[in-house]
């Protein structure tokens, strides 16, 4: 079965800086989509970053209150994603989940099929 696996995520200062790697298994199909949303409790889930890659290309989505900040990458195999987080601040605190697809053709916008079960960030002044 698919599997997604969050890790990296724990407690930060801010301005401090934290990386979250996601791996993928199990997939029938090959992935070109990886991403990373956020949710606080009581709100509704927020996309992060997107990855979408194929023969020739690939393309980055980022949330405007994430640009310059934060950094996603992806290995080759489309199986793992990893979200760098830098110039952590309060309103960065949230449960982080990766997603994954064949493909994401509107970004994070997109209705991704594939969850993790999330990794929790949290950061204080």
């Known amino acids: 079965r698919v599997q997604l696996v969050e890790s990296g995520g724990g407690s930060e200062q801010v301005s401090g800086s934290l990386r979250l790697p996601c791996i993928g298994s199990?997939?029938?199909?090959?992935?070109?989509?990886m991403a990373w949303f956020r949710q606080v409790s009581g709100q509704e889930r927020e996309g992060v970053s997107a990855f979408d890659s194929w023969p020739g290309g690939e393309s980055t989505f980022y949330a405007d209150s994430v640009k310059g900040k934060f950094t996603i990458s992806k290995d080759k195999p489309n199986t793992t994603v990893f979200l760098k987080m830098n110039d952590l601040q309060v309103e960065d605190n949230a449960t982080y989940y990766c997603?994954?697809?064949?493909?994401?053709?509107?970004?994070?916008?997109?209705?991704?099929?594939?969850w993790g079960q999330g990794t929790k960030v949290t950061v204080s002044s």
């Open positions: 199990g997939f029938k199909y090959s992935i070109s989509c």
């Open positions: 997603a994954a697809d064949r493909a994401c053709p509107y970004g994070l916008a997109y209705q991704f099929e594939y």
